[in-house]
C-alpha cells in the first residue's frame, strides 16, 4: 500500500514564515480491514504500516479484544509491549542519528544507526538489562552540538494522558481521526508532551525553543524506554483498551511519535468499522502545532524558510514522508 506524503505549503514574506497549508494523500488504511474475519484483519495490521507495525498490531489486538468484552492475553500483550518499546527505541534512534544531523550542519550517523538496528533486531528478552545500559551509554553522544535556535510561544495545548475509557466516550470516527480534537481544540502529542517536566525539557521550554525541547524530550523518551527494558511494569501506562459499546472496542497506544487510537466495530466476527486515529493528525492538523508555531519564525531567504519548517516538522515528526514547498506571502 502506497503510505502517501504530506505537503507543507509555508507562506514567506520575505522576512519571515507566515502561514502554512497541510495537505495530506496518506491513505485510510484501516478501510482495508473493513469486511474481513476480525483475526484475520488484526493479523493484517502490522503489514499495512512501514511504521510503527508494532504499535498499530497491539492497538487492533487489544481493540477487537476491547470489542469481544475480553481481556487480552497477558503473556501475548507482555511480548507485544516489549516489542513496541524496542520499536520505539528504533524510531527515535532514527531521527536522532540520521535526520537530525543534516539539520544542524552535521552529517548522518549511519553506521551508528546500522548498528543499534541489528542490536535491537537481534536481542532477547534476557539481554534487556545489558541493552538498556549501553543505550543509556549512548545517548549522551546523541545530544546535538548546537540545538535548533528557533523561538515560538506555545499555539496547541500538550496532550495530557487520557485513558481508553476516556476517549470511549469522546465519540471518534472517520471525520474525528481526520481533524482530531482534546476538548474542542487541537492539542500537540509526543515526546514531548510526554516529558514537558524533564528538567531540560523544561529549561528549553522556559525559552520558547520548543523544536530544541522536542529533541530533548527524544533523548528523554529514550531513557525512560530503556528503564522499561529493565522493569517493563513502568511502561503500563503506554497501552490501556476499553469497551464502547457493544461489539465495538477502542485502544490506546502511546508510540515513539504519540498517541494512537484504534476503534474497532466488530459483528458476527467481522470487522464492521475501523477508525485509526494517528500521532500525524494532531501534530500536522491545520491549526495544530505546525501551523500555529510556523507562523512567526524568522527567515532572510527562501532557503532559510524551508529549512526552518523542514526542522519544526521533523521535530513533530508526522508518519509519512513529507515535503515542504515555500511561496511568496
Not at 480491514?33 to 476480525?38: H, Y
Not at 522536542?214 to 476499553?242: G, N, Q, S
Not at 485509526?276 to 493528525?281: H, K, L, R, Y
Request: include cysteine; hydrophobic fraction near 55%.
Amino acid at each position: 500500500m502506497d503510505a502517501g506524503k504530506l505537503t507543507i505549503t509555508v507562506g514567506w514574506d520575505g522576512a519571515r514564515c507566515v502561514t502554512a497549508a497541510l495537505a495530506s494523500t496518506r491513505p485510510q488504511a484501516a478501510q482495508a480491514l473493513v469486511g474481513r474475519d476480525a483475526d484475520e484483519a488484526v493479523a493484517l495490521v502490522p503489514r499495512l504500516f512501514s511504521l510503527c507495525g508494532q504499535a498499530q498490531g497491539l492497538a487492533a489486538r487489544l481493540a477487537l479484544a476491547a470489542a469481544r468484552g475480553q481481556p487480552a492475553a497477558a503473556s501475548a500483550c507482555a511480548a507485544a509491549r516489549r516489542a513496541v518499546v524496542l520499536e520505539a527505541i528504533g524510531e527515535h534512534l532514527w531521527r536522532l542519528c540520521l535526520d537530525w544531523p543534516p539539520l544542524l550542519g552535521g552529517a548522518p550517523r549511519l553506521d551508528d544507526f546500522r548498528r543499534w538496528r541489528q542490536r535491537l533486531a537481534a536481542a532477547a528478552p534476557a539481554d534487556d538489562a545489558a541493552l538498556a545500559a549501553e543505550l543509556l551509554a549512548f545517548l549522551p553522544s546523541l545530544a546535538p552540538g548546537a540545538w535548533p535556535a528557533e523561538t515560538a510561544a506555545p499555539s496547541v495545548a500538550l496532550l495530557p494522558p487520557v485513558a481508553a475509557a476516556e476517549w470511549a466516550r469522546v465519540g471518534i470516527d472517520a471525520a474525528f481521526a481526520a481533524c482530531p480534537q482534546w476538548q474542542g481544540a487541537p492539542a500537540e502529542t509526543g515526546a514531548l508532551a510526554r516529558h514537558a517536566g524533564d528538567v531540560a525539557v523544561a529549561g528549553l521550554l522556559a525559552q520558547g525553543r520548543r523544536i530544541a525541547a522536542r529533541v530533548a524530550a527524544r533523548l528523554a523518551d529514550l531513557r525512560e524506554l530503556a528503564a522499561t527494558l529493565v522493569d517493563p511494569a513502568r511502561v503500563v501506562d503506554w497501552f490501556d483498551a476499553a469497551p464502547v459499546a457493544a461489539g465495538v472496542g477502542l485502544a490506546r497506544v502511546e508510540t515513539a511519535r504519540g498517541l494512537l487510537l484504534h476503534l474497532m466495530q466488530v459483528k458476527d466476527e467481522r470487522v464492521g468499522c475501523h477508525v485509526i486515529v494517528a500521532p500525524t493528525e494532531w501534530n500536522f492538523h491545520p491549526q495544530g502545532a505546525f501551523a500555529g508555531e510556523i507562523a512567526g519564525i524568522p527567515a532572510a531567504t527562501r532557503d532559510a524558510a524551508a529549512a526552518a519548517a523542514r526542522r519544526l516538522a521533523l521535530a513533530l515528526d508526522p508518519c509519512v514522508a513529507y515535503e515542504v514547498v515555500v511561496e511568496d506571502a
